[in-house]
């Protein structure tokens, strides 16, 4: 069964400053990643997908992949408030399409 | 507009008691899921459903049971509620049951059972 881990449990970084997340995954066979964000008391909602090794770029979000080190980050640049939130690493095989979601980082963007 | 509905929104069962949790979705999207999220564990998949009448289990399906009679709408029941049900409930809805697509989430069902 894939173990899907995140790291840290929580995080405070200041307004303007760059957070960075952390999500290691155990299946070798995984295909697709996504990163999603919970805001209190909302549903989450898909932040960005990865599919492929390397970084992919969306404004101040960029997503890197490393498939051999089972390894998949996220990073905000320019930390708003609003960004403040619930975050989520999910990651499915290609033959298991369910998606296996991390226990979450909290981050807290401190003005 | 793309949307998932939920109903209701909170909800406070006696143990032992029926609960029915429903979900919408305006996308006609074919495969839908229940996950429940407690603290520290993430979002936990109950079970999934890939179209009308055609549902499986997921991580955690002991003391659940779904319905999908219509493509946009989909059923979670709980019978006999359990003290340890008591979380909050997610339903989210996805073109395909690949992992490829994104899910669609909707606003989450608070369930407490006393």
């Known amino acids: 069964q894939q173990k899907v881990q995140q790291s840290p449990e929580s995080l405070i970084v200041p307004e303007g400053g760059m957070a960075s997340l952390n999500c290691t995954f155990s299946d070798r066979n995984s295909q697709y990643f996504w990163w999603y964000r919970q805001h209190s008391g909302e549903g989450p909602k898909a932040l960005m997908s990865i599919f492929s090794n390397g970084d992919k770029k969306e404004g101040r979000f960029t997503a890197h992949l490393n498939k051999a080190s089972l390894h998949v980050s996220l990073h905000i640049k320019d930390s708003q408030p609003s960004d403040s939130a619930l975050y989520f690493c999910a990651v499915s095989t290609l033959n298991q399409g369910k998606l296996i979601f991390g226990q979450g980082t909290k981050l807290s963007i401190k003005p | 507009d793309m949307k998932v509905t939920q109903m209701p929104r909170y909800l406070i069962k006696r143990m032992g008691e029926n609960v029915l949790l429903e979900c919408g979705q305006d996308?006609?999207?074919?495969?839908m899921y229940w996950y429940r999220q407690d603290p520290g564990l993430g979002l936990q998949l109950i079970y999934i459903?890939?179209?009308?009448?055609?549902?499986s289990e997921g991580d955690i399906p002991k003391g659940y049971r779904v319905s999908r009679k219509k493509r946009e709408h989909f059923s979670l029941i709980l019978d006999s509620a359990k003290t340890n049900q008591t979380s909050v409930y997610f339903c989210?809805?996805?073109?395909?049951?690949?992992?490829?697509?994104?899910?669609?989430f909707g606003p989450g069902t608070r369930l407490t059972v006393l």
């Open positions: 989210a809805s996805s073109f395909s049951g690949t992992g490829g697509y994104e899910q669609y």
């Open positions: 459903s890939y179209d009308v009448d055609s549902n």
């Open positions: 996308m006609s999207h074919e495969t």
